[in-house]
C-alpha cells in the first residue's frame, strides 16, 4: 500500500523555523520526483516546491523563494521541507506527494502548519 505521512507540522511564531518530513513507503521513492503543494484556509491548493528524484533539481514558488528549502533522503524514504521566516501567509496544510510524468499521483493526509503570534 503506497502510504505518504507528513509530520513536523504545529504552532510556529512568525520569524520562526520547522522542518516538515515525509515518510514514504510503498512504492520505489528513490525514483520518483516529490512536491509539496499546501491548501491555507478557504482557499484551493497551492503547489510550493518540487524535488527531482534524485534530488539534483529543485524548484519553489516565488511565494516561498529564500524561504523554504526542500530536500530528500532516499535511503531513508523521506522527503523534507525546511521552513524558514515562516509568515501568517504560511498557514496552511501541507501535503506531499510523488510526480509521475509530470502529474501528482500520490498524496498523503497533509500536516497543519499555523504561523501566528
Known amino acids: 500500500e503506497v502510504q505518504l505521512v507528513e509530520s513536523g507540522g504545529g504552532l510556529v511564531q512568525p520569524g520562526g523555523s520547522t522542518r516538515l518530513s515525509c515518510a514514504a513507503s510503498g512504492f520505489t521513492f528513490r525514483t520518483y520526483a516529490m512536491s509539496w503543494v499546501r491548501q491555507a484556509p478557504g482557499k484551493g491548493l497551492e503547489w510550493v516546491s518540487g524535488?527531482?528524484?534524485?534530488?539534483?533539481?529543485?524548484s519553489y514558488a516565488d511565494s516561498v523563494k529564500g524561504r523554504f528549502t526542500i530536500s530528500r533522503d532516499n535511503a531513508k524514504n523521506t522527503l523534507y521541507l525546511q521552513m524558514n521566516s515562516l509568515k501568517p501567509e504560511d498557514t496552511a496544510v501541507y501535503y506531499c506527494?510523488?510526480?509521475?510524468?509530470?502529474?501528482?499521483?500520490?498524496w498523503g493526509r497533509g500536516t497543519q502548519v499555523t504561523v501566528s503570534s
Open positions: 506527494n510523488a510526480e509521475a510524468a509530470n502529474r501528482h499521483i500520490y
Open positions: 524535488i527531482s528524484s534524485g534530488g539534483g533539481s529543485t
